[in-house]
């Protein structure tokens, strides 16, 4: 399996609150992705790195920001969370162009 | 935009039942697609690809073809298991810029194998 960790695994918090969520990886992959998945909707990607400092929005990036100051970490923050954001988040890796995207387990975050 | 549609389920099959579970696409240029699985309470995990047309992509008893007269690329297989019992996800690559290569899903197929 790919070396991907995601943390937490399981969080609760209230609306109006910061959460920031972690992506780690170990196999020095160029590429970082962070999707939500929801009934109905498969994965709809948030935000994506292509490298250091390299981040570009996905199509449903409203109310989320990205970081990636080195190559192994891709931080997903949601400034304020709202009930809305309540969902799975799972980070997805990919060695270089027309390789597939490799999937951490995900983290099941809830907003009160 | 691009974008992929799949047969909604949940589709529910007795053991070694033949499985098909259409998937079509949108695109522009050649995207390559995927099918990936997703068991319970894990990530998802990739099934198989083919990255050009009339390209067959197989794993573990699962085929899909690349057909780009019909923009489909169905995932098949001929005897079923109950431990083949999750949900299925097919996608296409987006290049996109940067070469991210983005992934579309389709909204995934719930497969249920009984004994």
């Known amino acids: 399996d790919a070396g991907i960790t995601q943390s937490p695994r399981h969080k609760v918090t209230e609306t109006g609150t910061p959460v920031t969520l972690r992506c780690h990886q170990t196999?020095?992959?160029?590429?970082m992705y962070w999707y939500r998945q929801d009934p109905g909707h498969g994965l709809r990607l948030i935000h994506y790195?292509?490298?250091?400092?390299?981040?570009d929005k996905g199509e449903v990036s409203d109310g989320y920001s990205v970081s990636r100051s080195k190559t192994e970490d891709f931080l997903l923050t949601l400034e304020s969370a709202t009930s809305s954001q309540t969902s799975v988040y799972f980070c997805?890796?990919?060695?270089?162009?027309?390789?597939?995207?490799?999937f951490g387990d995900g983290t099941r975050l809830s907003i009160l | 935009g691009n974008s992929v549609t799949q047969m909604e389920g949940p589709v529910t099959l007795s053991e070694e039942a033949f499985l098909t579970i259409n998937c079509t696409y949108t695109?522009?240029?050649?995207?390559?697609l995927f099918w990936y699985v997703q068991y319970p309470g894990e990530g998802l995990q990739l099934l198989l690809k083919?990255?050009?047309?009339?390209d067959k992509g197989s794993n573990k008893g699962f085929e899909a073809t690349y057909r780009k007269e019909t923009t489909s690329f169905h995932l098949e297989k001929g005897s079923v298991q109950v431990s083949d019992s999750a949900v299925y996800f097919c996608?296409?690559?987006?290049?996109?810029?940067?070469?991210?290569?983005?992934?579309?899903f389709g909204q995934g197929t719930e497969l249920s194998v009984k004994p």
């Open positions: 997805a890796i990919k060695q270089g162009a027309g390789q597939p995207q490799h």
């Open positions: 196999e020095n992959h160029r590429y």
């Open positions: 790195s292509y490298g250091v400092k390299d981040t």
């Open positions: 695109a522009t240029g050649y995207p390559s």
């Open positions: 083919a990255t050009k047309a009339d």
């Open positions: 996608a296409l690559s987006d290049q996109g810029n940067n070469q991210g290569g983005k992934l579309i």
